[in-house]
């Protein structure tokens, strides 16, 4: 019974388009870097994972409009915000490699307040954070209901 479990929870993960790109297990030890500016805490308040609050909470920003969250964020992001971006995987992935030259590559100002760039390991943090959250529905998605 506890291989058939293990099976369909294995078959889950890799039928997620949230862990198509990155590995959630490795996302989990390389968001220890994140972990100083960044917490993961649910809407109910639950602590997912306790960190420092100079940057915007992270639960639930795949799929979220770029800027969105309460925080002051810098000019770069909230140019994000008003075209309405949002956060998919693949942007906040390149994001957190070079956050200042991922908004110029964007056409947005390069005034960002994260300085800390993550030298490899950016989708598995991804995976990581969007395992945490509820899945994501896509337009698509949302036009067949």
């Known amino acids: 019974m506890k291989f058939v479990v ?24 390389g ?26 909470n992270l639960y639930g920003v795949v799929g979220r409009v770029i800027g969105s969250e309460d925080f002051k964020y810098g000019a770069g992001l ?7 971006a949002v956060w998919t995987e693949e942007a906040l992935a390149a994001y957190v490699v070079d956050p200042k030259a991922w ?3 964007n056409g947005y100002a390069t005034k960002s307040k994260m300085s800390f760039k993550l030298k490899k390991g950016g989708e598995d943090v ?10 994501v529905e896509t337009e698509a998605e949302e036009k067949s209901e």
């Open 78 to 84: 909230l140019e994000a915000n008003k075209a309405g």
């Open 103 to 105: 908004l110029g590559d």
């Open 126 to 135: 991804v995976a990581y954070l969007a395992s945490l959250a509820p899945a």
């Open 31 to 56: 968001f220890k870097k994140c972990k100083a500016c960044h917490t993961i805490v649910n809407p109910d308040g639950d602590v997912l994972y306790k960190g420092g609050k100079t940057g915007p």
């Open 6 to 29: 293990a099976a369909a929870t294995a078959a889950l993960l890799v039928a997620s388009p949230a862990t198509a790109e990155g590995d959630i297990e490795a996302g989990e030890k």
